[in-house]
T-cell receptor
Framework: GAGVSQTPSNKVTEKGKYVELRCDPI?????LYWYRQSLGQGPEFLIY????????DSGLPNDRFFAVRPEGSVSTLKIQRTERGDSAVYLC???????????????FGPGTRLTVL | GENVEQHPSTLSVQEGDSAVIKCTYS??????FPWYKQELGKRPQLIID?????GEKKDQRIAVTLNKTAKHFSLHITETQPEDSAVYFC????????????FGAGTQVVVTP
């Protein structure tokens, strides 16, 4: 079946602009995650959705970052007043629902490479 | 919170030799440890994972071992092939932290023919 997809694959913007990054999870996966990966580093957790609600947003670096998942499927990561330090690959992942503290396999999308000039 | 350290940062091996990557974690409540392979410009792909109730798991040429007492886990690749060249990431999930994975910094593996 179709895997996790993300659009756009590349986004170049100017400092101070607003950007939206989209994630389409695997059909039926209720859990959705956003990670950020800087060059030469491992993915860094940003936010986790269970259904429509953000169950854990502890990784969002500041209030310029916001994410939504209004219908429990597609998610959008929104970044306001972009800064050069926001440049990174933004990865989305999805998994089946987790329960009882047991997580399931997370499947990653190809990422969106964001460059802030 | 959880902290994962991964060593070495780079690993060069001859084709056919074995490769071992080691990770340590800090939170004794961590209960799930996946390993991802990431080729240049591609998405991370799960290659093997282990849960805290198991000490070892093997899948063909790949194996993972977990030592809960010492809080470390290792990836073993036997009979390495050029297509094994990639960056490998370990990760840990802590019970109660929802689905959040804490990743190591990665190991660049280069397999030379």
């Amino acid at each position: 079946g179709a895997g996790v997809s993300q659009t756009p694959s590349n986004k170049v913007t100017e400092k101070g602009k607003y950007v939206e990054l989209r994630c389409d999870p695997i059909s039926g996966h209720t859990a959705l995650y956003w990670y950020r990966q800087s060059l030469g580093q491992g993915p860094e957790f940003l936010i986790y959705f269970q259904g429509t609600g953000a169950a854990d947003d502890s990784g969002l670096p500041n209030d310029r970052f916001f994410a939504v998942r209004p219908e429990g499927s597609v998610s959008t990561l929104k970044i306001q007043r972009t800064e050069r330090g926001d440049s990174a690959v933004y990865l989305c992942a999805s998994s089946r629902s987790i329960a009882g503290g047991i997580t399931d396999t997370q499947y990653f999308g190809p990422g969106t490479r964001l460059t802030v000039l | 919170g959880e902290n994962v350290e991964q060593h070495p940062s780079t690993l060069s091996v001859q084709e056919g030799d074995s490769a071992v990557i080691k990770c340590t974690y800090s939170d004794s409540a961590s209960n799930y440890f996946p390993w991802y392979k990431q080729e240049l410009g591609k998405r991370p792909q799960l290659i093997i994972d282990i849960r805290s109730n198991v000490g070892e798991k093997k899948d063909q040429r790949i194996a993972v071992t977990l030592n809960k007492t010492a809080k470390h886990f290792s990836l073993h690749i036997t009979e390495t092939q050029p297509e094994d060249s990639a960056v490998y990431f370990c990760a840990a999930h802590t019970r109660g932290s929802w689905g959040k994975l804490q990743f190591g910094a990665g190991t660049q593996v280069v397999v030379t023919p």
